[in-house]
């Protein structure tokens, strides 16, 4: 019997623009990139030219701390671009796709007996380890660490999410063979929902499995290491994405290096929402080209989920943890005179100031206003209602503002990532980045703790 856990804090929001569960397959590639910025705590060294040609599988930079942990190209091609920002930060590495990709290969010959410094050895060789995110700080693992244990969780509860369930269809053994692959390296942990016991992604034996039911974030990856084995200081986890286990999979069934991922293209400006096959660092124009509703307002493209992915133009490129590519409403052109006080229909509230709390399961047509200017904050408990974690989250982000590292200790912050404060970002009152301040908090510890 696998043990469950009833999560009860938290919030369902649904969106209008859902993907179907239809999949299509990118057929034309105008350009691709890495961007380093995707990798938290990784400062890059270029490791290629431009005009050089590259494969499958090729380093385009390292780690300059390390210099182990090496970040590949997804695609085979030509360097087109090394594009650099102020004081020559690398912004990305672009290439312009090959027509028939080429892969490099790696040796994976009987890596069902890796030893964990070979498999980590493999994985730091091929790319897949700076896809690997340690707690605490929420950047990219360092390989010299040994973690206690790995993190996977299998599904999401976010608002617009790709359904796992739909995206790992027909890839169910390169996932199960990415866990045995983490799994030599140090005790796994698979967090799964009820409706995907009885699916194709189980059983796999090595992996110790976990029920979480409620809402969200109930898929967070960090709310199921809280439950499970939180966090102390001195200790070090590591997460992966479900995604990024297939490309695991992949790589030991294949020896190549694939980076090709089912991503949801939804929102309620998309035509049709569904399902697309793309690779990692595609061009954002390219996913979008004539799938969205003409529209006589503005349009926010985001980078990946409403709660947790930024804003992008089509000239960005899909995030390399990216899942989701969404297109929203704007709202930045929308004028209403008194709109905050009239009753409505089709807002939605987590306070009964409109009728939503009578429509619980209905869909909304929101746009990304934030409805309000930054105030002071008001220790209400909004966040404690929707933050299932054995954290008192206001008394930690005053901490964080306040820079009392000692408190911020204290709180648990090394338990948490920026994500874990979506919801409570959302339903704050006093319209604070909860985000951005706990990632400048986790940036701040890890200077002072290096």
Request: charge should be negative; include cysteine; proline fraction near 5%.
């Amino acid at each position: 019997m696998k043990q469950s856990y009833k999560i009860k804090k938290g919030l369902d929001l649904q969106l209008e623009g859902k993907a179907a569960p239809t999949l299509d397959s990118l057929l034309f590639r105008t350009e691709v990139a890495l961007v380093p910025d995707d990798f938290h705590g990784v400062v890059p060294r270029v490791l290629v030219k431009e005009g050089e040609s590259v494969l499958c599988g090729t380093p385009l930079f390292a780690d300059k701390a390390t210099g182990r942990i090496k970040f590949v190209s997804p695609v085979s091609g030509k360097v087109t671009m090394v594009e650099r920002g102020e004081r020559r930060k690398v912004m990305s590495i672009r290439i312009q796709p090959d027509t028939r990709q080429a892969y490099k290969e790696f040796q994976v010959d009987g890596w069902e007996k890796f030893s964990a410094e070979e498999m980590t050895g493999l994985l730091l060789e091929s790319g897949m380890f700076g896809m690997l995110r340690q707690r605490p700080y929420d950047v990219v693992a360092c390989p010299e660490d040994t973690p206690k244990a790995i993190f996977v969780s299998a599904f999401s509860k976010m608002p617009l999410a790709a359904d796992f369930s739909y995206v790992v269809e027909g890839q169910e053994e390169d996932f199960k063979n990415g866990l045995r692959g983490l799994a030599r390296i140090a005790k796994l942990y698979l967090g799964i929902c009820p409706e995907q016991v009885n699916t194709g992604i189980l059983p796999v034996k090595e992996a110790d499995v976990r029920i979480f039911d409620g809402p969200n974030p109930a898929g967070n990856v960090g709310v199921q290491i809280n439950h499970i084995d939180p966090v102390n200081k001195g200790e070090v986890v590591w997460t992966m994405a479900p995604e990024e286990v297939i490309f695991i999979g992949r790589l030991l069934r294949t020896g190549k290096v694939d980076m090709t991922r089912r991503i949801a293209l939804a929102g309620a400006e998309v035509k049709e929402p569904r399902y697309m096959e793309v690779s990692v660092g595609t061009k954002i124009a390219d996913i979008l080209n004539g799938q969205l509703e003409e529209a006589g307002h503005r349009q926010r493209i985001i980078n990946g989920n409403p709660f947790v992915g930024h804003q992008d133009t089509e000239e960005g490129f899909l995030g390399a943890h990216s899942t989701e590519l969404c297109v929203l409403p704007d709202g930045g052109d929308v004028d209403e005179a008194f709109g905050w006080i009239l009753p409505r229909l089709n807002q939605f509230s987590t306070s009964r100031s409109y009728f939503s709390w009578l429509q619980p399961k209905k869909a909304y047509n929101l746009d990304c206003r934030i409805k309000g200017g930054e105030r002071h904050m008001i220790m209400s408990a909004e966040y404690e209602k929707v933050f299932p974690m054995d954290i008192y989250p206001s008394y930690l982000i005053k901490a964080i503002i306040t820079g009392d590292i000692d408190r911020q200790e204290a709180l648990g912050i090394y338990e948490v990532a920026p994500e874990d404060f979506a919801v409570a970002e959302f339903v704050c009152s006093s319209k604070l980045e909860l985000q951005r301040i706990v990632r400048e908090g986790l940036d701040t510890l890890r200077k002072e703790n290096a």
